[in-house]
């Protein structure tokens, strides 16, 4: 079964259908520049940090498929400074986008990829607003994998650029897998605890850098992804908008759960387009154990 068969199938939107798809025919677009837009640009974006020439790539094939669509009214992507309006649109949705999540890891040729998040009005909402996030995986598949509220489901992508379903409703398992960003030497004490407790407990560190591939590990094998809050960084340092809240909606959709620390991310309003947040993401009772820590 396709992609477009398995819209149809779930009763999708006709609406969110359309968007799926579009973002699903830019994956190919998107893969085959990894060969001529490599090596880093002369840019910075709104954080400050060096722009990857793919980043830059991607973000213009993203936006300007969306443009062109007219199937969005409103555009934020990681790359980019000030939300979009588009004039004219369609549709009323918001789009939020991490054009290429992971991208200083291009050079070694790690896995990296595109992180979307739908709403049904403007972005600067929470996330439980979402009517559906995706996600696209470059690795040695390219993936993609998405949910509108009916479960969690992966394609991969054919010979012949057509997605094909591999796993349906997938549901996160109860395994023993921590991905932990941050030095350790810049804990909080309450998360240096928590930590310990996983180590304790024979939970086995699998952290590649990149946030999309390390949350889609952690979706298949179970476990938990965690960027805290630590020393230099007390607000964090993933973001809310592009990588929390659309990650976060895919594990929630999957029996997991995404938290602050404090509680549950998809029920905070993001104050602005590039805030940032402390993130624990996975099963329900590794999220349970570190928002006891930080009430502790």
Known sequence: MNLAEHLKKKSTEEKITELIMLFSEQASVIRDEFVTSRGAADTKNVYGET???????????????????????????EEQPDIIEVEGAKNQFGITIDPLDGSSLIDV??????????????????????PGALYILYGPLTTLTYTTGNGVHEFYLDKDGVFKLMEEDLTIPDGKLYAPGALRRDYMPYHKKFIEQLESEGYKLRFSGSFVADVHQILHKGGLFTYPAFKGKETGKLRHLFEGTPMGKMVFEAGGAVSNGKGNLLDVKPASVDERTPIYIGGKKEIALIESYVKR
């Open 51 to 77: 722009q990857m020439a793919l980043d830059k790539k991607a973000d213009e094939i993203l936006i300007d498929a969306l443009k062109k669509s007219g199937l969005v009214r409103w555009i934020a992507t």
């Open 109 to 130: 040729n790690l896995a990296v990829g595109t992180i979307v998040g739908i709403y049904p009005g403007h972005v600067l909402e929470p996330g439980n607003t979402m």
